[in-house]
């Protein structure tokens, strides 16, 4: 059995749909009304260590979603308890959804991940790290009064969309030879100007918004932090990952 811890969420419920006819599937969620339909539901609430404990016991295989709690300190918290209580039931192996730079840095946003990656490490369990890059779904450019605009001076975005990242997830859960393994997952390189181009439109750079997580991530851009390219979801998928470039293709062909 397979257990999906925060199944109500866009991930989990992605994962669920991709796993529904390869395996049995429990999806594990806070609340049971928000539950994803055709597969058994648990109710599992990362503040409720207990609950952990009884959604997890029987697990051969468990996958971890990350809290969506922005406070690190809470949601270091709510994953180590996860892991805690999948110790405690001996689940048979667990994956964990961490994010991009997680083993080499530990402040910010990767300082939860950090954590949780190391308790997975000292749990003993089998394991494996899909640490993942910013959704692509955030990010698809959107044309307004005939032209697109960012503030990332061209640079490359390595993002991904929640519907690869899901099958990846599916494939660790359901194959052979991922445990002990560390992933690091990026979508194919692509920039605003770049999509702007394919959509025949304008692409005009403009100052940052008032600070905020998305004047934040900008910044990273300019600076090349999302430029680090791996095969690593390519060769999971066993298929090249879905482009930005595409996606807005058809969107523009759906408008």
């Not at 109500?8 to 992605?14: E, V």
């Not at 209580?85 to 950090?114: C, W």
């Not at 998305?214 to 990273?220: E, F, N, R, Y």
Request: net charge negative.
């Amino acid at each position: 059995m397979i257990a999906i811890s925060a199944a109500s969420g866009a991930l989990g419920r992605l994962v669920v749909s991709a796993l529904r006819t390869r395996a049995e599937v429990v999806a594990v969620v806070r609340d049971p009304e928000r539950a994803p339909e055709g597969v058994p539901v648990r109710r599992g609430d990362y503040d409720d260590p207990a609950s952990l404990r009884e959604a997890f016991d029987g697990a051969a295989r468990l996958l971890l979603i990350s809290s969506p709690e922005l406070d690190s300190a809470r949601r270091i918290k709510q994953h180590l308890a996860a892991v805690d209580a999948a110790e405690d039931v001996g689940v048979g192996a667990i994956v964990f959804t961490s994010f991009l730079g997680a083993d080499t840095v530990a402040t910010g946003m990767t300082e939860a991940y950090h954590a949780t990656e190391q308790a997975i490490l000292d749990s003993g369990l089998p394991y494996t790290l899909l640490r993942h890059p910013f959704y692509s779904d955030a990010f698809v450019p959107q044309i307004s009064g005939g032209e697109i605009t960012s503030s990332t001076q061209g640079r490359g975005l390595n993002t991904a969309f929640r519907s690869d990242l899901a099958e990846a997830a599916a494939n660790v859960l359901t194959g052979d030879g991922h445990w002990g393994q560390a992933y690091d997952f990026t979508g194919p390189l692509w920039s605003y100007p770049e999509v702007a181009a394919a959509l025949e439109v304008t692409y005009r750079e403009v100052q940052d918004a008032d600070p905020g997580p998305m004047s934040w991530i900008s910044a990273q851009v300019r600076a090349g932090a999302l430029e680090r390219q791996t095969p690593d979801l390519e060769r999971v998928l066993g298929r090249p990952a879905r482009t930005v470039i595409s996606h807005a293709l058809e969107q523009s062909q759906v408008l």
